[in-house]
């Protein structure tokens, strides 16, 4: 996430989802694929200030942007909506969620058109060390095809720095709970990196 500074009392944070996508056998005979999903691309404008209870709130638009290398590793859609975040820090403990609601508005016609809910709760605590462990879900429900997609993650990430740049890197585990099919399923291995830029 990038926060910026637009007047003495809000943020704009921008926090940008760029995944790389390594699969095979979707379904019969789909065979491999690797190379850029959909980027995801979120401003939230966030007050600077907690509130009175110790809550860090934002708010604003959701995009996707149909910048796939593979027709099997996207959706070939341009989709929008509002997405907010909350969060709660007390002690080593931070605990909250981050949703967004996406629609598809372009793209092409022969593919699916996207109208799917995410959420995202979490909690996770950090040591003095800079260990942060987490624990969080990633469920999205499709409404065009009325599925769940429940992953459940546990994930170890420590910060650290190259240079003057501080970044968060780690590893954990992924357990689909719940997943359409073809979709992925059961126990998988997650790698995390995000670069930070505090303020």
Same mark, same amino acid.
Not at 81 to 99: D, E, H, I, K, N
Not at 128 to 145: I, R, S
């Given at each position: 996430?990038?926060?910026?500074?637009?007047?003495?009392? @809000?943020?704009?944070?921008?926090?940008? &989802?760029?995944?790389? &996508?390594? +699969?095979?056998?979707?379904?019969?005979?789909?065979?491999? +694929?690797?190379?850029?999903? #959909?980027?995801? +691309?979120?401003? /939230? /404008?966030?007050?600077?200030?907690?509130?009175?209870?110790?809550?860090?709130?934002?708010?604003?638009?959701? /995009?996707?942007?149909?910048?796939?290398?593979?027709?099997?590793?996207?959706?070939?859609?341009?989709?929008?909506?509002?997405?907010?975040? *909350?969060?709660?820090?007390? =002690?080593?403990?931070?605990?909250?969620?981050?949703?967004?609601? &996406?629609?598809?508005?372009?793209?092409?016609?022969?593919?699916? #058109?996207?109208? *799917?809910?995410?959420?995202?709760?979490?909690?996770?605590?950090?040591?003095?060390?800079?260990?942060?462990?987490?624990?969080?879900?990633?469920?999205?429900? #499709? @409404?065009?095809?009325?599925?769940?997609?429940?992953?459940?993650?546990?994930?170890?990430?420590?910060?650290?720095? &190259?240079?003057? +740049?501080?970044?968060?890197? =780690?590893?954990?585990?992924?357990?689909?709970?719940?997943?359409? #099919? =073809?979709?992925?399923?059961?126990?998988?291995?997650?790698?995390? /990196?995000?670069?930070?830029?505090?303020?």
């Amino acid at each position: 996430m990038i926060p910026v500074s637009i007047n003495d009392d @809000w943020n704009m944070i921008s926090r940008t &989802i760029v995944p790389l &996508i390594d +699969q095979k056998d979707i379904f019969p005979d789909a065979g491999s +694929q690797s190379g850029l999903g #959909d980027v995801l +691309q979120i401003v /939230f /404008f966030s007050p600077k200030e907690p509130t009175a209870n110790g809550w860090i709130w934002g708010v604003g638009p959701a /995009f996707l942007l149909p910048t796939a290398t593979d027709d099997l590793l996207g959706t070939e859609k341009w989709s929008l909506g509002p997405s907010v975040v *909350a969060l709660r820090q007390r =002690g080593p403990w931070t605990y909250g969620g981050l949703a967004n609601h &996406i629609t598809s508005v372009a793209g092409a016609s022969d593919r699916a #058109d996207i109208n *799917a809910s995410f959420m995202q709760p979490f909690l996770s605590y950090t040591t003095p060390d800079a260990w942060t462990f987490t624990l969080q879900t990633e469920a999205t429900y #499709d @409404w065009e095809g009325e599925e769940w997609s429940v992953p459940i993650s546990a994930v170890a990430t420590k910060v650290t720095n &190259i240079g003057s +740049q501080l970044f968060s890197a =780690g590893v954990g585990l992924k357990y689909w709970a719940d997943a359409p #099919d =073809g979709a992925p399923g059961g126990l998988g291995v997650r790698f995390v /990196f995000t670069l930070l830029f505090p303020k």
